[in-house]
């Protein structure tokens, strides 16, 4: 089981999801994305609608357009009913529900920098975890730096 913690800082998660979500369709494999709120499910919808002019990311959000078909569905549960072994916690908040996943996105910004630390800590030294801590240059590159 793999954590990934992308620290947000040169861009919002609206351009950084879509290209994760673009990795794991391309190589099969689905995604379920996460967030509590309804308008950062909308917004983040839009933004995977928008993501190129070239190519086209087939996604839904929970309950509206045959959720157990979509290679990225976005939803407010951890249920992956599209059968996703990806899960991106997309609004900065650790569940406890990710770690049933082979592997989580964990994406969080500023305003919840303390909540990842804590989730950093907590993960910490459990067996079968691997950590990894990714962080933005201001031009957007991403770097691990743990």
């Known amino acids: 089981m793999q954590v990934d913690f992308y620290q ?12 994760i979500a673009e990795r794991l369709f391309e190589s099969g494999a689905r995604l ?29 959000i929970a309950g509206r357009d045959a959720d157990a078909a979509q290679p990225v569905l976005l939803s407010k549960l951890t249920d992956a009913t599209n059968g996703a072994r990806n899960i991106a916690l997309a609004d900065g908040l650790w569940r406890d529900e990710a770690l049933e996943f082979d592997r ?5 910004d500023g305003e919840t920098v303390d909540g990842a ?3 950093w800590r907590a993960l910490g030294g459990r067996e079968g975890l691997e950590r990894r801590f990714w962080k933005q240059d201001e031009r957007g590159k991403w770097s691990q730096v743990a």
């Open 8 to 19: 947000l800082e040169a861009r919002p998660v609206e351009q950084v999801l879509p290209r």
């Open 32 to 60: 379920l994305v996460v967030a509590d709120e309804e308008n950062v499910l909308e917004r983040l919808d839009a933004a995977l609608w928008a993501y190129r002019d070239d190519a086209f990311l087939p996604h839904a």
């Open 104 to 108: 989580t996105f964990f994406l969080f």
């Open 117 to 119: 630390r804590a989730a």
